[in-house]
T-cell receptor, first 113, second 119 residues
Framework: QKEVEQDPGPLSVPEGAIVSLNCTYSNSAFQYFMWYRQYSRKGPELLMYTYSSGNKEDGRFTAQVDKSSKYISLFIRDSQPSDSATYLC?????????????WGLGTSLAVNP | NAGVMQNPRHLVRRRGQEARLRCSPM?????VYWYRQLPEEGLKFMVYLQKENIIDESGMPKERFSAEFPKEGPSILRIQQVVRGDSAAYFC?????????????????FGNGTRLTVT
C-alpha cells in the first residue's frame, strides 16, 4: 500500500463548478499536509498546508483534514479555466522534518469554459 | 526576485554518457532538495543539501548518482553512465530554513525542472 494515495483522474468540470480533490494516507503519524498545484511542464507550487485535523480556507480554496479516516481534501469553489492543472497532495515523512515529502500521484483537473 | 532556476530545461543523453543538472536556489535560500518525477511513480525525494554539506541522501541511488552544493555556484546533480531508466523530470527546490531549524521552513519553492531523456 502506498503511503499517500490519490486518484489520478482526469477530472473534467465546467467553469464555475465546485471541485473536490482527495487523498488518503496510511500512516497515522503524519501531521502536516500540503496541496501543490503543477501546471504542465512546470514545477509544483504550494497552494496550502494544514496541520492535524480541521479546515483551512484561502480565497476559493479550502483544505480539509480528517485524521480519523486519514482523508485529506481540497475544495475549489467557482472553478476557473486557469485552475486546470495537476493537484498533488504531500506530507512530510517525519513531523517537523520537511526535507522528505511523500507525494500522491496527482489528480489532473480540466476546467472547461 | 528570481525563483529557483534549473538548467538545462531539456537534456538528451545517450546511454553511458554523463548528465549534469544545475540548480540555483532562490536568493537567500541555503537549503536545496532534489526530487525525481516519473509518470507512474510521482515525485520522489532524492537528496537534501546545505552549502557544502549533504544532509540526507537516503533517496538517491547508491551508484552513479551524486549531488553537491558548493560554497559558490549552483547545486549540481550528476548522473554517470546514464541508462534509459534515468529518463525523468528532475526538480530542485529550495527553502530558507531547513528541517533542523525552529519551524518547518515552509514552503519549498520548486524550479521548473530538467527533463532528461536517455536514448
Amino acid at each position: 500500500q502506498k503511503e499517500v494515495e490519490q486518484d489520478p483522474g482526469p477530472l473534467s468540470v465546467p467553469e464555475g463548478a465546485i471541485v473536490s480533490l482527495n487523498c488518503t494516507y496510511s500512516n497515522s503519524a503524519f501531521q502536516y499536509f500540503m496541496w501543490y498545484r503543477q501546471y504542465s511542464r512546470k514545477g509544483p507550487e504550494l497552494l496550502m498546508y494544514t496541520y492535524s485535523s480541521g479546515n483551512k480556507e484561502d480565497g476559493r480554496f479550502t483544505a480539509q483534514v480528517d485524521k480519523s479516516s486519514k482523508y485529506i481534501s481540497l475544495f475549489i469553489r467557482d472553478s476557473q479555466p486557469s485552475d486546470s492543472a495537476t493537484y498533488l497532495c504531500a506530507t512530510p515523512a517525519n513531523a517537523g522534518n520537511n526535507r522528505k515529502l511523500i507525494w500522491g500521484l496527482g489528480t489532473s483537473l480540466a476546467v472547461n469554459p | 526576485n528570481a525563483g529557483v532556476m534549473q538548467n538545462p530545461r531539456h537534456l538528451v543523453r545517450r546511454r553511458g554518457q554523463e548528465a549534469r543538472l544545475r540548480c540555483s536556489p532562490m536568493k537567500g535560500h541555503s537549503h536545496v532538495y532534489w526530487y525525481r518525477q516519473l509518470p507512474e511513480e510521482g515525485l520522489k525525494f532524492m537528496v537534501y543539501l546545505q552549502k557544502e554539506n549533504i544532509i540526507d541522501e537516503s533517496g538517491m541511488p547508491k551508484e552513479r548518482f551524486s549531488a553537491e552544493f558548493p560554497k559558490e555556484g549552483p547545486s549540481i546533480l550528476r548522473i554517470q553512465q546514464v541508462v534509459r531508466g534515468d529518463s525523468a523530470a528532475y526538480f530542485c527546490a529550495s527553502s530558507p530554513l531547513g528541517s533542523n531549524d525552529r519551524g518547518l521552513g515552509w514552503p519549498l519553492h520548486f524550479g521548473n525542472g530538467t527533463r532528461l531523456t536517455v536514448t
